[in-house]
């Protein structure tokens, strides 16, 4: 494992989850195999989860962890080749990255999209120049257009909680006042389409017209534009903000409604409820549920250690 | 003791100071004691001593250590429940202190008072949710009431440096120019009043009149008005700015020299001086004092490490 | 060693790079040296390769490490006596540096000069008082006249990549829109004086008119003002800008052309160029160079590691 960007850099879900439910079950068992193995956290935008259980799964490994937050020290970095640096960027990638590979065995990047221009967001430009010059294996800790520590999380909770064989998961559009980038959505869209091909769930996407995700993400799901059709039988309800595709970056007026409260939750097979956090209660999510029986809100977020442990655990496997 | 937060969360005084005195002592005695737990460190507002020590302390026991600097991320926390959260704040309290207490086993946590609303303030409203919601045992680095590290901290090092067995010690309002809490006086005072009444010391408490502390903290204390008064015969002088408490957050003009200086000193018993630092130098407290043999200021932030590190092994020896 | 500040604290440079590169081929031989003691980081301003590289040394032997970024806490330090504290700094160095050294066995300290005061920079006032006040060894991670570990860093660099035994090593001024310290030049040069006096290297030192570096740094180096000139039969480039020292912190305009690039290099015995990192692309140093072949830049920031790790095994030793 080279990198950790997508869900093609896993073969069989099945397998990584229980690999990270043994982690889980015994989390210090394999504390020798990151000894004198250093991991970088760089994070370029802010981050309390991703930090925090990556930071954990890393010790739990034995590793030593060094953090970097480069967005608050006005580090900004050059990403473009061909630049003469007269402007305000101190710095280009290629050194940068390459320099932090120097002194980390494996780092782990966080980047979001600026959400102005798409083509430059879904190229991942940033992402994809930092590992090719860094040198060593990466974990995406979120970039422009993914976030596969928090969908291999969510399938990791969903294997934990289902009742059924093949549960129906519904990934559900929810309001927000800001424009927020599509890499969760696309991330966790991605994961369910390769767990319902490969037979662990049914997977169906429900959002307002308009806000429709990049058919690469949802090959194969059902995809809906009622929210009520959507939440009829699910088990698990994924609720999740995102800015437009198509008018890239942009918010506009949603009339129908489109929170998750528990009148609608009626409507689902007494569905679990999800939520990568953080989460603006009563806009994005009714507080009746996120304080209700519910929720796995909290068991999710917890789990981000056990999907951060299983990455590393494979990627120090390769680099012994 | 599932969380340190006043002198109620201690009984017998003599006996945590004899225990951090041992530790010491032997520093690292203890240091498979806190093997794979994680200790975090939450801070809204910044910190130097308390940051450091704590961290030095959890690492003597065998800790691991993560420090969450929220205040300058701008991840504002909402604390009030039934908010529709459509503005500023990102994530509820209720979230975030639950996702933390899921990463780590003991939490300790700073934050400052508002210093506008006395009740919201007095009521500690924050740290009483953060201690609730989020599961584990929790430290108090300074709350908005209280600073009890400190306090306990100076118990020790007045232990350390007495020459009677009940000295006279003196908390002195000294003079600032910005708007502090009451934090570390009221927390001061208690824990001096509870060692007063277990005979460990004799209280005064000295400040301008309209500087008077909430009468919970100053039970059976000793108040005046006149600084002069209170020195005579004082082995330990602790110098403290704070604001009013009855004109809550405000600063007024004092016309007496509230100031120590060696003139002033001349009037104690050869005192022993003291404040918790950081000290504004011949505005609270005479440079001629802090560079002389009286001043235990150093030897006081010394100790700091002690104290946190008697509260994390009781909360270590209760988690296993 | 009681502190790394200059060249002055190191006697035979050959015997510290041979330390060095020994350290480099057995990273963790020495990882119970550093077992209990505390490395405390401190940063008044921004750093990536020295906190980096110098963590994870400290580590490497087996320390602990706190980092403590000032810069951004707005905890700004007084460092002038006899001043009354009623302004803007909340702490004096007195203070803060007696603080941190009860808390670390070891301090490193990074400040940048404000460029303006030439003669309070040159006193290196700040850094002084630090080592003064904290009373344990201080290793410099960059102060106003000096960057110790980056000069140390070059010549094993050097040493590691030289084809003669006496090589041509030249100092060479560039461009750069900003006005930037002397610290990197001044020290670079001062280690190849000695380094020249001990019979390792030939030194020279290129820069236009008006850019004279303080004679007390470039002793027995020859001095030209013909980038061309200096460049006949050079083994080494430094590339590096500054700002005047004669008129201090001043950036005037050069008409001639001092941006290295492969035209200039083939005035040079083929020679390996060096950086001390962050650099401007095709404003410093141009990009055909940092991506081809004679480039050592990357190879000159992972040896900050080795440099860094030899200066704490001296100081850890003496600690013993």
Redesign the interface.
Known sequence: MEKFFSVEDVDELDKVVQEALSLKAN??EH?ELGK?K?L?LVFLN?S??T???T??AA??LGM?V?V?N?D????AL?TQ??????GTT???I???A???G???DILGLRSFPGLKDRELDYSEDLFNKFVKFCGVPVVSLESATRHPLQSLTDLITITEHKKVQKPKVVLAWAPH?KALPQAVPNSFSEWMCKAQEQGLVEFTVAHPVGYELHEDFTKGATIVNDLDAALDGADFVYVKNWSSYRDYGKVFPVLQNWMLDNQKLKLTNDAKVMHC???????ELA?EI??GPNSL??KE??NR?WAAQVVLKRMLAKLK
Chains 1, 2, 3 share one sequence.
């Open positions: 989390p210090h504390s004198h250093m970088g802010p309390l989860r930090r925090l259980s930071q954990k010790i739990n030593d060094m970097m480069m608050k020290d006005g580090w050059e080749d061909g630049v003469v640096m007269n101190v710095e280009h290629r050194e940068a390459a320099v932090m120097e002194y980390c006042i956090l953080p989460v603006r209660r009563d806009l507080s996120l304080d809100v909290i977020a917890s250690v």
